[in-house]
């Protein structure tokens, strides 16, 4: 049983950058694909990016060029850095946990992750 834990939300100014933080334990981290959703209020959640066990990468077009995901297997936390922030980036994070290890390719959406953290609140001010 996998649980995450989300942090560095908060509230930034339109162009400004936050770094989310996703701290994983009770699984095998470096075998798991993770992914970052978000939910704006009054719409349905949406993937930002996904970052495999390997390293591939994926973004959505929202997050391409701006946001930046990694991983780091010794500390068990995937970051999500956003830079040049938009008012239309507020949203409820969300990292998430592949439920199936060694996965190949990343998925975009939430039907195969099975371990949701709690959510972290972004507000990005205009």
């Known amino acids: 049983q996998v649980q995450l834990v989300e942090s560095g939300g908060g509230l930034v100014q339109a162009g400004g950058s936050l770094r989310l933080s996703c701290a994983a334990s009770?699984?095998?981290?470096?075998?798991?694909?993770i992914g970052w959703f978000r939910q704006a209020p009054g719409k349905e959640r949406e993937f930002v990016a996904v970052i495999t066990w390997s390293g591939s990468i994926s973004y959505a077009d929202s997050a391409k060029g701006r946001f930046t995901i990694s991983r780091d297997n010794v500390k068990n936390t995937v970051y999500l850095q956003m830079n040049s922030m938009k008012p239309e980036d507020t949203a409820i994070y969300y990292c998430a946990c592949d439920g199936n290890p060694s996965r190949l390719r990343p998925s975009t959406w939430e039907g195969p992750y099975d371990y949701w953290g709690q959510g972290t609140q972004v507000t990005v001010s205009s």
């Open positions: 009770g699984g095998t981290f470096s075998r798991y694909n």
